[in-house]
């Protein structure tokens, strides 16, 4: 393949593990704590997750042999930001406010019965 197939395969995949890694990072982590986050958070470890992706790819396409330095340094990047995305995630699940001003109330209504006796 020729060098600009390759630089578009790696757009297109770019592309699509964007989405991928915030929607997995979403479901195993809760998107209640996803949203409790700052943006730069996101931006950096789910954007430094797919870029690592993409490197890691392109590190074994490149290469004649798979399982190479540059690929095994890759996946040791993926695994280190994954950690890093449980451990941030994690430290928001315990930091997590709980407002019980939001829940209802359940109603009770107290009633009064006047027994009267005929005798």
Not at 39 to 62: D, H, N, P, Q, R
Not at 105 to 110: D, E, I, L
Request: proline fraction near 3%; include cysteine.
């Amino acid at each position: 393949m020729t060098l600009y197939w390759l630089r578009f395969a790696y757009a297109v995949e770019l592309l699509l593990a964007v989405p991928a890694v915030f929607t997995l990072w979403s479901q195993v982590g809760g998107q209640g704590h996803l949203d409790l986050m700052p943006w730069y958070y996101k931006l950096l470890l789910g954007g430094g997750m797919s870029i690592a992706c993409v490197l890691a790819t392109a590190a074994v396409v490149e290469r004649d042999r798979f399982p190479n330095g540059r690929f095994l340094g890759w996946v040791g990047a993926i695994v280190l930001i994954g950690a890093v995305m449980g451990a941030v995630t994690y430290y928001y699940h315990l930091h997590e406010s709980y407002d019980e001003t939001d829940e209802e109330q359940p109603a009770s209504a107290a009633m009064r019965f006047k027994v009267e006796s005929r005798a």
